[in-house]
């Protein structure tokens, strides 16, 4: 029984769809054989019956015959006329009888002069009309031709019934069935050999996957894409849209599948390069796009099948998403460089002081300790009242532990106060703001000015804004580079890795709401201020 079940329900999509087209076509050739059957049936019953009608229509219509009717036929020479033109057309009898139905012709002569049966002479005698019945006479039942004998005044004074016997004919429809019965089965042994094939090359166009293994690579399809945080769509070899995970919709502000799916590509992504990739074939990989007002970060690849472009795929996400991560690994960054320098700066004190020990000048020792101590406890305590935040101060600590490494001074404005640092305030931005703008100031600093180089941070929360100004005593920034010092790779440094830290700051600040001004210090340098709404961006 189990092995009847498998065969019945394999497992295989290959083979079964080997029997289920075969199956088919056998119902069809089936189906068909039946009604071309009962056709030929029908058609062999009816040439056959009009073959009877015409035999007798001929009978009746002989002189002779028609002459001995009218005479009663004293010479007996109906019967062996009859017999004689039954024997030419094989049909199986020939009975003349009068209008009474008394026989005059007959296979078998016992039966001559008695009456006629099967009840189907009233139309030929009394309506004078030839016909085709079928009925059971003497002989059995039989396929009949009727026609009716008039004398020389038109009246009816007989009547032919020229018969093939039913079950004659029945095995004359047999035999041309059988005659196609070897046609059927080259047509389903065709039909079977086509199955296969076709089996076959569906199977390939599939690579080889039971609708099983199919189902489970679209629900891990389904599964990866909606995992995916960048936004991925596909289309068609004719640029019509195919697929989109969730985060494509939400990026470029969709709600639901439906309201893209079917439009094409210049529809949802004017200018997007997807088109360009569909025609061309060769990949783009990312290319910054402006889609709905967003600037976004595309990669596209095309999508072959033997060697066919049969559509491209494109994966997509925010550019702002990207500067966030690269602010956030330049914040990390920062954080490694403020331990490193602390390390190191306070790694150079130690041996300095393990060598004064060394040589018994203690008293020196202790002076340097004190000095150090002094100078960062006087920077912490000041640092403490102006800004207790703890990242903010964390910041500027680790600068000013920086500073001292690069021989530059940082000075602390005494005016400052930023004792109301907005608890919603993104640090991480602050972070890659105000780090930035100082390391750029002591690079500076170090650089030009040629007195002491010199750092001043003004802080203050006076009003409905932060601010902050940064200012050093370097060379400045010249007027031709001041209007796009903020730009990517523009740099008052060369363009060897720089032009980055700015831009960094411009985008920071765009996302928190605030603004950035470039003039010229006191100190002789340049002068950075910027300020962030207290209620976050506006």
């Not at 995916?228 to 019509?240: C, K, L, M, N, T």
């Not at 041996?351 to 920077?379: K, R």
Request: hydrophobic share 45%; net charge negative.
């Amino acid at each position: 029984p189990m092995t009847l079940l498998r065969w019945c329900k394999p497992e295989k999509l290959q083979t079964r769809m080997i029997i289920l087209v075969t199956g088919l076509m056998a119902t069809l050739i089936l189906a068909v054989g039946w009604i071309f059957s009962n056709l030929l049936g029908a058609t062999m019953e009816g040439e056959i019956g009009r073959k009877a009608l015409m035999v007798a229509e001929s009978v009746s219509s002989i002189p002779q015959i028609r002459k001995a009717m009218a005479a009663g036929d004293p010479d007996r020479l109906i019967q062996p006329l009859a017999e004689e033109i039954r024997a030419k057309t094989g049909a199986e009898f020939i009975v003349v009888g009068d209008r009474s139905g008394r026989r005059y012709s007959h296979p078998d002569p016992a039966k001559l002069g008695k009456f006629m049966v099967g009840g189907d002479n009233r139309r030929a005698i009394e309506e004078g009309e030839a016909y085709v019945s079928q009925a059971v006479g003497s002989l059995g039942p039989s396929i009949r031709g009727k026609a009716p004998i008039f004398d020389d005044d038109g009246r009816v004074i007989g009547v032919v019934s020229v018969g093939y016997m039913v079950e004659d004919v029945m095995e004359t429809i047999r035999a041309a069935q059988y005659r196609i019965l070897p046609l059927v089965a080259l047509v389903l042994m065709f039909g079977v050999g086509g199955a296969a094939v076709l089996a076959r090359s569906f199977k390939e166009a599939i690579f080889g996957l039971e609708p099983k293994e199919i189902a489970a690579l679209l629900q891990e399809r389904t599964a990866i894409l909606e995992t995916i945080r960048e936004g991925v769509v596909a289309s068609d070899e004719d640029g019509v849209l195919t697929l989109a995970n969730q985060s494509a919709l939400e990026t470029i502000g969709f709600s639901a599948p439906g309201e893209i799916l079917g439009r094409s590509i210049g529809e949802v992504f004017p200018d997007s390069g997807m088109e360009e990739v569909l025609k061309s074939g060769e990949r783009q990989l990312d290319r910054e796009l402006i889609v709905n007002g967003s600037e976004m970060v595309f990669n596209m690849i095309p999508l072959r099948q033997e060697e066919e472009i049969t559509g491209v795929v494109a994966s997509f996400r925010r550019k702002d998403e990207l500067d966030i991560l690269a602010r956030e690994l330049s914040a990390v960054r920062q954080y490694a460089d403020l331990l490193r320098v602390q390390a190191h700066e306070y790694s150079n004190k130690l041996h300095t002081i393990g060598g004064l020990i060394q040589l018994e000048s203690y008293a020196e020792a202790l002076e340097l300790i004190v000095a150090e101590d002094a100078s960062l406890q006087d920077f912490v305590s000041r640092l403490t009242r102006i800004a207790p935040d703890p990242i903010l101060s964390a910041l500027l600590i680790g600068k000013f532990n920086h500073a001292q490494e690069l021989k530059v001074g940082f000075a602390l404005d005494p005016e400052s106060s930023m004792a109301e640092l907005p608890a919603e305030l993104d640090r991480t931005r602050l972070v890659t703001i105000l780090g930035n703008l100082l390391d750029n100031a002591f690079e500076a600093a170090r650089e030009g000015g040629g007195g002491e180089p010199l750092v001043r941070l003004l802080m203050s929360d006076a009003g409905p804004e932060l601010s902050f100004t940064v200012e050093d005593s370097g060379l400045g920034v010249n007027a031709e580079l001041a209007e796009r010092i903020f730009q990517k790779g523009v740099s008052t440094k060369g363009r060897n890795g720089r032009g980055v830290g700015l831009f960094l700051v411009a985008g920071a600040l765009r996302e928190v709401g605030g603004r950035i001004v470039l003039g010229k210090a006191e100190l002789g340098g340049a002068r950075f201020t910027f300020t962030i709404p207290k209620q976050g961006r506006s």
